[in-house]
Nanobody, 123 residues
Framework: VQLQASGGGLVQAGGSLRLSCAASGPTSNMYGMGWFRQAPGKEREFVAAISRGGGSTGYADSLKGRFTVSRDNAKNTVYLQMNSLKPEDTAVYYC?????????????????WGQGTQVTVSS
């Protein structure tokens, strides 16, 4: 499975962005998906996850209510809608796929990673 994240950019605090993660491969819609982010000098942290069928979602506690993860299996694409962005949301955002169908924040279960897309939130 190959993952291509896009949609990052520069936005003012309070603004919104929608990230996309396009998956390619014969069984790409059979994977659970996750979003992680890494700010400069910090460890990569969990953002959100969605099960292979889209019926289950999970979020980092600090992001609940502002971020929404969704997927369109017909398009082999997962989305991360980010609202009310804050400067502390600035990071490189990565999408990842897990063959287990659901992995939440357990990074070791994610088999494939995209290249990341930069999100910068100005104050």
């Amino acid at each position: 499975v190959q993952l291509q994240a896009s949609g990052g950019g520069l936005v003012q605090a309070g603004g919104s962005l929608r990230l996309s993660c396009a998956a390619s491969g014969p069984t790409s819609n059979m994977y659970g998906m996750g979003w992680f982010r890494q700010a400069p000098g910090k460890e990569r942290e969990f953002v959100a996850a969605i099960s292979r069928g889209g019926g289950s979602t999970g979020y980092a506690d600090s992001l609940k209510g502002r971020f929404t993860v969704s997927r369109d299996n017909a398009k082999n694409t997962v989305y991360l809608q980010m609202n009310s962005l804050k400067p502390e949301d600035t990071a490189v955002y990565y999408c990842a796929a897990t063959g287990t169908g659901w992995a939440m924040r357990d990074r070791i279960k994610y088999n494939y990673w995209g290249q990341g897309t930069q999100v910068t939130v100005s104050s």
